[in-house]
């Protein structure tokens, strides 16, 4: 068996052509696929993130269609990710954007702002399509995150501190990700943003495991 993981956007690409040649090639090689977009939020994640998963069964070995994991009862907050979570280093934000997202109030954005000082931020963005909620960004304590990315501190994607102005520390990235309090990262602050917000979330990831450790298990029995 194989488990694939990408963003959700690889569907469309090129208006689905690129997704459609990697199930064939995977068919080729001889797997039978089962494919499903799964938000991380649904499994144990405090974060709203979906991501494409791609399950491959061996011909030889496939007995049965392989099931995705069951939803989560209970979504996690930042509040349940972030309590008592280790001190640790992390990016800062230039003097301009802490004077913006001290106007904005916890679950806000550009929206809370006055449309000078909206402008004044965004410059070019303010006039572009769509609703553009990333931007002055501040989280709320009772609500998941959004999708964390590799850089805290783009205008684009911007995930303010709910209380302090300031972005996620490493270890507050980590937490959101599900990563344990002891597993270790390497290299510059923004590597180790960069390696954390590129991860599979560690509980999504788990639950896709587990069900295929089960799949495996039942085909053993049914080989018997």
């Not at 068919?27 to 709203?48: F, R």
């Not at 572009?128 to 783009?154: F, H, I, N, Y």
């Amino acid at each position: 068996m194989f488990l694939a993981e990408n963003v959700k956007g690889l569907l469309n690409h090129d208006n689905g052509k690129t997704f459609k040649t990697m199930l064939n090639i995977f068919e080729n090689l001889g797997y039978k696929l089962s494919w499903q977009v799964l938000n991380a939020l649904d499994y144990g994640v405090p974060q709203k993130r979906n991501r494409l998963v791609v399950v491959g069964v061996r011909n030889d070995l496939h007995f049965k269609k392989f099931l995705f994991p069951k939803k989560v009862d209970k979504f996690l907050t930042l509040k349940d990710a972030l309590k008592n979570v280790p001190k640790s280093i992390g990016a800062v934000y230039s003097e301009k954007k802490k004077i913006v997202l001290a106007m904005v109030p916890a679950g806000g954005c550009w929206r809370n702002l006055t449309e000078a000082i909206a402008k004044n931020y965004m410059g070019k963005s303010y006039f572009l399509s769509g609703g553009k909620t990333g931007m002055a960004r501040k989280l709320s304590w009772d609500e998941p995150s959004l999708t964390l990315t590799c850089s805290p501190v783009q205008m684009q994607t911007e995930r303010c501190h709910p209380e302090e102005i300031r972005p996620f520390t490493t270890r507050e990235y980590a937490r959101i990700q599900t990563f344990p309090d002891n597993w270790e990262f390497f290299g510059s602050v923004n590597n180790v943003y960069k390696q954390i917000g590129n991860a599979v979330p560690v509980n999504l990831a788990k639950s896709v495991g587990l069900e295929i450790i089960k799949y495996l298990d039942d085909m053993g029995k049914e080989n018997k």
